[in-house]
């Protein structure tokens, strides 16, 4: 374990301890090539980490924003252009996509410790904006597989994890926060595409609709390219990346892979009301334009229960805010089916918007936390990339469960899969700080 320096040194790597490592660095010149902080110290808010908050969370805004929609294109789809698949046929699209997305990360962890945040960027943006397009011509079933669910998840993947693991490089002290505040930009675009895929696919069609989105991402990716930058340092003082071979014994830490198999499991569930909230509202005889705006409502809830608890995990611990967060979140999806009535759902929506929102808004937090910067990459890689498989197996057994045991299956298998999830991460955190309330 790379963080194993001493006998006598805590293999967790904390906020100081990070500071002490680069400090050292600092000192030493033969070794400062290897870390990339800022060489004076200096506030943490400042213009040039504004700038990167501000295009990470545009960066997060057009990519994982875009696939929290998903439910409206699975109920588009289910209507009109696939009404010959089954729900769970139609949830592959989704599901493929987010396993591409996270999965494709392992790789792009790599690239970006080695060359930095830049080009993967331009490539994604390119990828993505491209995907849409045949997206939008698209007729046929394999056709949105290959379009929307491999294309546009490879250039995801390029596009979310150099915005993700550039934020840790800036903030120690406020690094939850910060974080919260990128990841609500995931929230900000499920709020928003939602209602505009909808109101698009009615006034112009579906083609349309979706090259119209495809758009209104060029401007706001180009300003992540322009705004994503590495550090200025001792290193690299005009802020540009210096290559270095990337560290990826980190892999190997217990914490780590307790982290990344907690996450498996809560994922397994986590998307689930995300995706058929819309199909529930409907199936209920209720408004269908209301429906279509509940996966808004459940992101507009998300936004704050991804800002609010960065600010808390600064206070009492990432791993500590994340255990609640899984904990609520299942136990609220196993009351999903009690909400019958229009009001009882944007509560239910509201409630798990917001208890849902720190599982997403911490995890690059938590993983930051035992690694050095120059592995920042490697470790949210590593967990992304475990992620994606629950990405890609979750929605199509949710889809299978709906079939078979209709809403109550699904809400108490996904609560159950989140509970269960949780308890690894309790592990996850005792490894971290042995005493059980202890800040980790």
Not at 20 to 46: C, G, V
Not at 82 to 103: H, Q, T, V
Not at 114 to 131: M, Q
Request: hydrophobic share 50%.
């Amino acid at each position: 374990m790379s963080s194993e320096n001493s006998p006598n040194q805590d293999p967790v790597l904390t906020d100081s301890d990070t500071c002490r490592d680069e400090e050292k660095a600092e000192a030493s010149p033969d070794q400062h090539h290897s870390l990339e902080e800022p060489s004076k110290p200096q506030s943490e808010f400042n213009l040039r980490s504004i700038l990167v908050l501000v295009g990470s969370f545009f960066a997060m805004f057009c990519s994982v924003g875009f696939v929290n929609a998903f439910g409206v294109f699975q109920e588009y789809y289910s209507a009109n252009l696939l009404s010959d698949k089954s729900a769970s046929e139609i949830s592959w699209l989704g599901s493929f996509n987010l396993f591409c997305m996270f999965g494709g990360t392992i790789v792009v962890g790599y690239l970006n410790d080695k060359y930095g945040p830049r080009i993967l960027l331009a490539s994604g943006s390119v990828i993505i904006v491209f995907a849409l397009f045949m997206t939008s011509l698209c007729k046929q079933y394999y056709q949105f597989f290959l379009a929307q669910g491999l294309l546009l998840g490879l250039g995801l993947s390029l596009v979310v994890l150099p915005a993700f693991a550039v934020i840790p490089r800036y903030f120690t002290k406020h690094r939850g926060l910060a974080m919260g505040l990128v990841v609500s930009g995931s929230s900000m675009g499920g709020v928003i595409w939602p209602i505009t895929l909808r109101n698009l696919f009615t006034d112009v069609g579906f083609g349309w609709g979706v090259r119209i989105c495809a758009f209104m991402m060029l401007p706001l990716l180009s300003l992540a390219i322009l705004a994503i930058r590495v550090p200025i340092s001792a290193a690299s003082p005009n802020g540009t990346h210096v290559k270095a071979k990337p560290d990826i014994s980190v892999v190997k830490n217990p914490i780590l892979i307790l982290l990344a198999a907690g996450l498996f499991l809560v994922y397994l569930g986590l998307f689930s009301l995300f995706f058929y909230v819309t199909s529930w509202t409907i199936s209920l005889g209720l408004d269908p334009d209301m429906g279509f705006y509940m996966v808004s409502i459940v992101n507009a809830a998300s936004l704050f229960g991804r800002i609010l608890p960065g600010l808390w995990a600064d206070r009492i611990g990432a791993y500590n805010i994340m255990v609640i967060s899984a904990g609520l979140s299942g136990l609220i999806c196993m009351c999903w089916t009690e909400a019958k009535s229009i009001a009882g759902i944007v509560v239910l929506s509201l409630a798990y918007g917001f208890a849902s929102g720190a599982v997403i808004g911490l995890q690059g937090a938590c993983a930051a936390l035992i690694a050095k910067p120059h592995q920042y990459g490697i470790v949210m890689g590593f967990t992304m990339g475990c992620l994606s498989i629950a990405g890609l197996i979750g929605s199509p057994i949710n889809g299978q469960i709906l079939s078979k045991w209709q809403y109550l299956g699904l809400s108490l298998f996904s609560g159950l899969a989140m509970l269960l999830g949780m308890l690894v991460l309790i592990l996850a955190k005792l490894k971290v700080n042995p005493r059980f309330f202890g800040k980790a």
